[in-house]
């Protein structure tokens, strides 16, 4: 039986083995084919890394230096995609692409922009380039923030929040949040928003992004001041105005100046707002950045105004309007002239509030013509991005069944290939245990018949086992008893002889020698030999070898002649015997079997006898 079901195992392996022979040669020939089809000339392909880093260098630069005239970049960034594409760099070309975005939004030219980012993430999905293409989606939706397209742009931006927190990118995460904040914020939801830039902030806080936790903190500033709870928005201005004077960040720093200013103003703490409006200003002319200089002067000579100081306050907002007028920033210039108005009208200047009003209408039409066309501009861009929109939700959605289909195809492909290679297997596995199964039932039969031999002669061996252990009991008791009974005779014939002697000493009758010498002969023919006694015990403990042993560890104080009173009574004995063997009375067996209950502890209502032959 056991070489059968060896030579079966050993026959099935070796099938095993032949077929993973056939998988690991066809293995090895394909990644030999593979290496050999996709073999390159080492020359070449150093002279691609070498042109590769050269775009990518040439891109950095053009993103890191704004001094570059704009004509001049969008040469290079030309001239960078045609030498891409001649060497068939796909990623060089997307990120080309890319960079001109980025400038193109630089400069408002929102739609080139646009046009720019959908041509780059094009590119990263046709390469599957998950960076280029995330960096694409999160301008697509600053864009569309920037032109008001709010909705647009928080969709994107929920659409980013996934890639971001599966490839843990705290600082892509982070930015999304802070987003995600600004726009609840717009909503008047404050909680959320709240939430949202506390969650950004704690993010930048883990990757150390100081600047972008400033933006966190300006726009919670921003939003404790719009819902009236101004000691906050003053303490977090206080922090950031620390933290930008350490980071030596100019331009900021205006900024939060400005904002702080204008949150005095708002408790009505006028000469706070002054002072924190010229420590703006100084610190813009020291940056050269005079971006927020028209604002600040400006709002300087507001706060002027409400201090009655008109004089000062007109030469602040002459200022303003200068470099409103400088900057091209007309909203702010008809805010300037709006006050100055104001100035004159106090003053009693008419002929100057005449000219200014005239003045504000003229520009009050200029900027709604800029609205307009701004709005139209808008509306064109948000017409456009919408179809683009739906064309790559539609793309999207054909990709995604074409995927699907595609995949569900190679399932079936190779669920089929399995399904044969199975059905194969298990033909070929069932014809082969059917012939070893048949081998094996014949043995199986063989192997049944010997072990039902076997336990028959087993059964017979142990009935005359247990038949030869009952006679050697029955003949140790019978020898046992016998010998106890022998015991008992000649105790009674001692008894006859102690009789006669003391009739003899009782009646003064004198013995003659004869007479001494027969009763001698009796007394010695009939004394208990100690080798009957040792015959008697040693009898006893080969038929019940732990008698003693368990009886005394049970009651150790029991004496021998007890334990050997118990011993008659394990054989049955009755009393009279008991007594007779042991030469006393049956008063004297009667106080005995009440020390021996005594000792063990045996109610009245319990047998010592059944006690004993339990043990």
């Known amino acids: 039986m056991k070489i059968q079901i060896e030579n079966a195992f050993k026959n099935f392996n070796f099938f095993k083995i032949k077929y993973l022979i056939f998988i690991i040669c066809f293995l090895i020939s394909s990644c030999h084919n593979s290496l050999n089809n996709n073999n390159i000339d080492i020359d070449k392909q150093s002279g691609f890394e070498k042109d590769t880093a050269q775009i990518n260098t040439q891109l950095k630069k053009i993103l890191k230096n704004d001094n570059i005239n704009n004509d001049s970049v969008f040469i290079m960034l030309k001239a960078l995609y045609n030498q891409a594409d001649k060497i068939n760099y796909k990623k060089g070309e997307g990120e080309t692409k890319f960079v001109e975005g980025v400038v193109n939004y630089d400069l408002s030219d929102y739609k080139s922009a646009l046009n720019c980012f959908d041509q780059a993430n094009k590119i990263a ?8 293409m995330l960096k694409c989606i999160e301008n697509i939706a600053s864009v569309n923030l920037s032109i008001g397209d709010e909705n647009l742009a928080i969709k994107l931006f929920y659409e980013l929040l996934p890639y971001y927190e599966k490839s843990i990118n705290k600082e892509g995460i982070a930015k999304v949040y802070n987003i995600i904040g600004y726009y609840k914020a717009t909503q008047k939801d404050y909680s959320s928003a709240e939430n949202y830039y506390f969650k950004a902030i704690h993010l930048n806080y883990d990757i150390g992004n100081f600047i972008g936790i400033e933006h966190n903190k300006g726009n919670l500033a921003n939003l404790y001041e719009d ?18 004077q350490n980071e030596d960040s100019k331009f900021n720093l205006t900024v939060t100046y400005n904002n702080f200013a204008m949150l005095f103003k708002k408790e009505n703490l006028i000469d706070s707002a002054i002072y924190y409006l010229h420590k703006g200003i100084s610190t813009s002319f020291k940056s050269e950045d005079i971006s927020m200089i028209s604002v600040l002067y400006r709002n300087l000579g507001e706060c002027l105004i409400s201090k009655h100081r008109y004089d000062e306050a007109s030469s602040y907002l002459n200022k303003s309007n200068a470099y409103s007028v400088k900057i091209g920033d007309v909203e702010n210039q008809m805010s300037s002239l709006k006050l100055l108005l104001q100035i004159d009208s106090i003053k009693g200047k008419i002929n100057d509030a005449f000219n200014k009003s005239m003045l504000i209408l003229v520009l009050n039409d ?4 800029r609205k307009i066309k701004n709005n139209l501009k808008i509306s064109e861009l948000q017409y456009e991005n919408q179809n683009k929109t739906n064309i790559i939700d539609n793309q999207k959605f054909r990709l995604l069944t074409s995927k699907k289909e595609k995949h569900f195809l190679n399932f079936l492909s190779l669920l089929s290939i399995i399904t044969v290679g199975l059905l194969i297997s298990f033909v070929i596995l069932i014809i082969h245990n059917n012939k070893k199964r048949k081998v094996l039932l014949v043995e199986q039969l063989k192997i049944n018949e010997l072990e039902l031999e076997n336990a028959i002669k087993r059964d017979e061996i142990n009935k005359l086992r247990i038949e030869k252990y009952e006679n050697e009991v029955k003949i140790k008791e019978n020898e046992q008893v016998a010998t106890s009974m022998a015991l008992e005779q000649k105790i009674k014939l001692l008894e006859i002889i102690k009789k006669q002697f003391s009739l003899a000493l009782k009646n003064n009758i004198t013995l003659n020698t004869d007479d001494i010498n027969k009763l001698l002969s009796s007394i010695k023919a009939q004394v208990i030999d100690t080798k009957e006694m040792d015959l008697f015990n040693k009898n006893f403990s080969s038929l019940h070898h732990d008698f003693f042993e368990k009886l005394k560890q049970a009651h150790p104080e029991l004496s021998k002649t007890e334990l050997k009173f118990c011993a008659y009574l394990k054989l049955n004995l009755n009393s009279n015997q008991i007594s007779s063997i042991m030469n006393v009375s049956i008063e004297a067996i009667r106080k005995s079997r009440y020390r021996i209950r005594k000792k063990l502890n045996l109610p009245e209502s319990d047998s010592l006898e059944a006690y004993i032959s339990n043990i």
């Open 125 to 132: 999905t046709e390469i599957s380039d998950t960076l280029l």
């Open 227 to 244: 819902i009236g709870k101004y000691e906050k928005a003053a303490q977090i201005y206080k922090e950031l105005i620390e933290s930008l």
């Open 366 to 369: 200029t900027i709604n013509e």
